[in-house]
């Protein structure tokens, strides 16, 4: 029997309880689906997960992909995942039916990655990446290119990936100096390098297709002279063959985790002949391309909270088990020992694992679903949840991210020195979780995106929008009496939340940009911890919901211990938005102040 890494109770409470996904079938986009179809796709994905991704989870990191020549090699169940996500329809999970996907709701189909990841991350990584490729294409692609490359990527015959970062130029991309050519023939010749890119090479699939970003020759200077381009490791010839495209992979990074998915260096125009294809119009590269990395900061997310997941379930089985000393008001040690469970302490370190996963998921979904309700909606309506979705993505990125290292340390406490060791999973999970605060923009870009940016759009409507939001959920918490303590706590944590956004605005009007975005990534903190609270209330109103309705004994203790989680969160980490205001308010400019001679020894 496969270990457990998800609660499909918890899935399913908050699917169809806390976010009522049965309510997007009314639209007629979404019309085809139902319940019980619902449930048949999570059922197919867990099958899929048990059977086949967490058997070879272990196996994948401990023999990591290697670098034959110009080919590398994966582990040898990676063929046959990426036909599994092909045939079943996984990779095309959201993509609309008249391009041949199954136009699923984001809603039922981002807890498919989720499940997939919690059993395999580097696994499900190549499913996830191909999705954004062909969603990127289907938005701003031409009829052509999506004729070429979606059907072969829809299929997991073809692996997609996107293609940022070069060796001068990680975050900052306006100094990218992979150049693309104008050539006669209706391409463009690409010379250049490419670093750190996911999936970027491997024999599981007959070909890669990678999503470039490249300066044509002449264009303006920084980010408002990037294209994209579709650039193939093999490009198809005049006879439909598929031959060398002049990409050859240079080297190959041997990481810390996440060690099942390749990350590879790549070299283009070595023999002057990478041909490269342009999506959409030159120039607005990087405006297409934020669309598909702003989806995968929100996999990001989802990745981060699905192995923190993972983790703990295998500590709280260790904890059901592991029998070690007493209650600290025994004395006698003829008394047999009892589970650690039993321990106050552990069951501390129990709750914030819950809390921060359970919390993160439910943020997430949130996501998910103004995602699926901004491409059932038009007018103001669309655009009210994608200001929703912009201001939340930074925050959905980072919080599971950071938080879900903080959570998988203590799944390894828990196990005390055993966690340590690779007998047991934690230790692996613990690695591959450290990528996720630093792909797809690191936690420091996620905060002067939220403050910088987000905060400001549109002259703060996006602000303005999230917090009726959360004022809506205290409202109908407040009408709750078990609840009403804590709609309290968080109305007021919401006050704190616009008094330091209206203390920092006024700091930008009055100082530089670095002294107003000097603490951003505090801020980022200080929101995200207050987003988590808004979750838990909100599924604080239909755990009492539950409660009232006669549950069962099973659904009782679930219901309970949702309760209990809610209640750590206000008691343990809302308090923490305390400190940080603090330093918040306090504008003294010590970073910005402090000169790189002074770090001297």
Not at 140 to 146: N, P, R
Not at 254 to 277: A, E, F, T, W
Not at 293 to 314: C, H, L, P, Q
Not at 487 to 493: G, P, V, Y
Request: hydrophobic share 40%; charged share 25%; net charge negative.
């Amino acid at each position: 029997m496969a270990e457990r890494f998800i609660s499909e109770r918890n899935l399913k409470f908050l699917l169809y309880g806390v976010f009522d996904a049965e309510s997007l079938t009314r639209h007629p986009y979404f019309e085809q689906y139902d319940r019980k179809m619902f449930d048949m796709v999570l059922k197919a994905a867990t099958e899929l997960a048990e059977g086949l991704l967490q058997p070879n989870c272990q196996e994948m990191d401990r023999n990591p992909p290697e670098l034959a020549g110009d080919q590398v090699k994966v582990h040898p169940s990676v063929r046959a995942m990426m036909k599994e996500f092909g045939m079943g329809g996984w990779i095309g999970a959201t993509v609309p039916e008249g391009m041949g996907g199954e136009q699923l709701p984001h809603l039922v189909a981002d807890n498919c990655y989720f499940i997939f990841a919690a059993a395999n991350y580097s696994a499900c990584a190549y499913a996830v990446l191909s999705a954004g490729v062909i969603h990127l294409l289907e938005s701003f692609g031409s009829k052509e290119l999506i004729d070429i490359y979606v059907p072969k990527i829809l299929s997991g015959e073809w692996q997609g990936t996107m293609a940022l970062t070069e060796p001068e130029a990680g975050s900052s991309l306006a100094d990218i100096t992979t150049m693309a050519e104008p050539a006669d023939e209706g391409y463009y010749k690409i010379q250049g390098q490419k670093i750190l890119i996911s999936a970027g090479d491997h024999d599981a699939v007959e070909n890669v297709v990678h999503l470039m970003l490249a300066k044509i020759k002449g264009a303006p200077p920084g980010v408002k002279g990037i294209s994209l381009f579709v650039v193939p490791k093999k490009r198809i010839d005049k006879d439909r063959k598929l031959v060398p495209n002049d990409v050859v992979t240079s080297g190959i990074f041997h990481k810390l985790g996440y060690r099942g998915c390749p990350i590879v260096q790549l070299s283009m125009g070595d023999k002057n002949d990478c041909r490269g294809y342009l999506v959409g119009e030159p120039h607005n590269g990087l405006k297409y391309m934020f669309q598909m990395m702003n989806e995968e900061r929100i996999a990001v997310g989802m990745g981060a909270t699905a192995i923190a997941s993972a983790a703990y379930y295998a500590s709280l089985d260790y904890c059901k088990k592991r029998r070690q000393g007493r209650k600290v008001s025994e004395k006698d040690p003829a008394r047999p020992q009892i589970p650690i469970i039993e321990h106050a302490d552990v069951k501390r370190m129990l709750l914030f694992q819950r809390a921060v996963i359970e919390g993160s998921l439910s943020l997430l979904m949130q996501c998910s679903k103004y995602v699926d309700l901004q491409k059932v909606s038009s007018g103001v309506e669309k655009e009210q949840y994608n200001l929703l979705l912009e201001i939340l993505t930074p925050v959905a990125k980072t919080y599971p991210s950071e938080m879900g290292i903080l959570s998988i340390s203590q799944g390894l406490q828990c196990f005390g020195g055993s966690g340590y060791c690779d007998d047991y999973p934690l230790e692996q999970y613990y690695r591959d979780a450290r990528i996720h605060p630093i792909h797809e923009g690191t936690t420091g870009i996620q905060g002067i995106d939220l403050l910088g940016r987000k905060v400001l759009m549109k002259n703060g409507k996006a602000l303005k929008l999230y917090v009726e939001e959360v004022q809506q959920t205290i409202a109908s918490a407040n009408d709750i009496p078990e609840l009403k303590p804590y709609a309290e706590a968080l109305e007021k944590a919401l006050e704190r939340l616009q008094n330091v956004t209206k203390h920092l605005l006024e700091v930008a009007s009055r100082e530089s940009a670095e002294m107003f975005l000097a603490d951003a990534t505090l801020y980022l903190e200080f929101f995200a911890v207050i987003s988590i609270a808004w979750q838990w209330l909100l599924q604080g109103i239909y755990v009492q919901k539950g409660l009232k309705n006669n549950p069962t004994d099973s659904e009782a203790d679930f219901l309970q211990g949702k309760f209990y989680t809610l209640r750590f969160f206000f008691a343990y980490e809302l308090p923490k938005i305390k400190g940080l205001e603090e330093r918040l308010r306090n504008t003294d400019g010590l970073t910005v102040e402090m000169e790189p001679d002074h770090f001297s020894d």
